[in-house]
């Protein structure tokens, strides 16, 4: 039985076209996708590539012209993903973005319609999403936002963390809890909030890696009510509106592609005249790490097939990232016992593997360790009751009125 996947002549004429054009175009992101520290100077060269990716088309691909896409088939959008995932781009179709669109689609009006969905699409708007916890795990205790109605609309007070593309946000996707008329209950909102109205200040905490959440500060900011998506009380599904991945499912990961580098590394690089992964005990660790990478990636299409098809329990998604989150830890500890020290040095440093790559490997690992959520939604999805873990917030305020100046 063949499983292979066989290409069209006319996708193979595509492809060529493809990688033409990425190759004419495409800029040197090594830093940045190797988990390097995005500066300014990178936010720029990836804020300049995505506008050309979106006058093309290809940000959303399949979305119709009139929608800011190519209007292009499946087929066509398969080799537009290929290459852009040779070329280390993938990252450039980030999440959050099409998700947004999706989701105005189906709780915007009409105006929100011509004010978002057209220009995401053609890379003119960037976009920051609140970071929640999982679904099953959504209090109104986590939601450091608070919305107190206010004539034509809201006054946003308190933080939160994001994350996306760039050093500047367009608009700030957030969810936000609403004060309520009968003081019973708190509705939580979503918001779109631009981050030119004042009382919007972004900060980026110290972090292990680099530019991975930027805390935002709402000091009373004032939002117009048609920037609100949906109804106050519409809030939890519009922000964890998903699009369709199965076409990303089987594209290789950070995790696979810094689990090859680490195999080509040890392969290429000798002690004592024989490669370091000639070693019997490297050799296991190594064979190991490369069976976790890939067996990740079958998990993620098999939850990607089983939610698009409706035959899921709900809970695949979460097993196959809590399988890449072990893989991570694995293959930090791969890179630790077949490098030894060297793989510990940054890149300042003249002898650090890989230029510093492994380095970076290991801060993202360790910063992406904290907390499990991804267990909690398997445990949410199998019917397991956890322990109330419901976080706290000690700089929460306690009474019912916006801080005052």
Known sequence: MDFAYHYTDEQEAFRRGVAAWLDGHAPDLTNLLDGGPLDGATATVVERFRLELGAKGWLAPTDSTEDGGA?????????????????????LLEDASSSL???????????????????????????????????????????????????????????????????????????????????????????LVSTDLDGVRITTPRSLVADSVRRVFFDQVWVPRSDMLGEEDDG?????????????????????????????YTRETSVDGAPLSSEPVRQQLLVEAYIASRVMRLLRMRGAWLRESGQGEGFEEAEAKLWEER???????????????????????????????????????????????????????????????????????????????
Request: with cysteine; hydrophobic share 35%; charged share 25%.
């Open 327 to 405: 893989a991570m830890e694995r293959l930090s500890e791969a890179a630790q016992e077949s490098i030894g020290i060297y793989a510990l040095l940054d890149a300042d440093d003249p002898a650090a593997a890989g230029g510093g790559r492994f380095q970076r490997l290991q801060l993202r690992e360790l910063s992406e360790k904290s907390g499990n959520p991804s267990a909690g939604d398997m445990a949410a999805g199998l019917g397991m009751e956890e322990p109330d873990q419901r976080p706290t917030n000690s700089d929460e305020e306690s009474d019912d009125e916006p801080r005052s100046n």
């Open 101 to 191: 669109r999706s989701a105005v689609r189906k709780w915007g009006d009409e105006e929100q319609h011509s004010q978002f969905i057209r220009p995401i699409a053609l890379g003119q708007l960037t976009v920051w999403k609140h970071v929640l916890p999982p679904p099953s795990r959504l209090e109104s205790a986590s939601v450091g936002i608070r919305a107190f109605p206010d004539a034509d609309g809201y006054i946003l007070d308190g933080r939160a963390m994001f994350s996306g593309p760039g050093a500047q946000p367009s608009r700030l996707w957030t969810l936000a809890r609403v004060k309520s008329e009968d003081g019973n209950r708190e509705p939580m909102a979503c918001f």
């Open 236 to 264: 939890p599904p519009i922000m964890g509106v998903q699009t369709a991945h199965t076409n990303l499912a089987d594209l290789p990961t950070l995790l696979e592609s810094e689990t090859d580098a680490l195999l080509q």
């Open 71 to 91: 209007g292009l088939t499946a087929d066509d959008n398969v080799i537009i993903l290929e290459e852009l995932n040779r070329a280390g781009l993938i990252h």
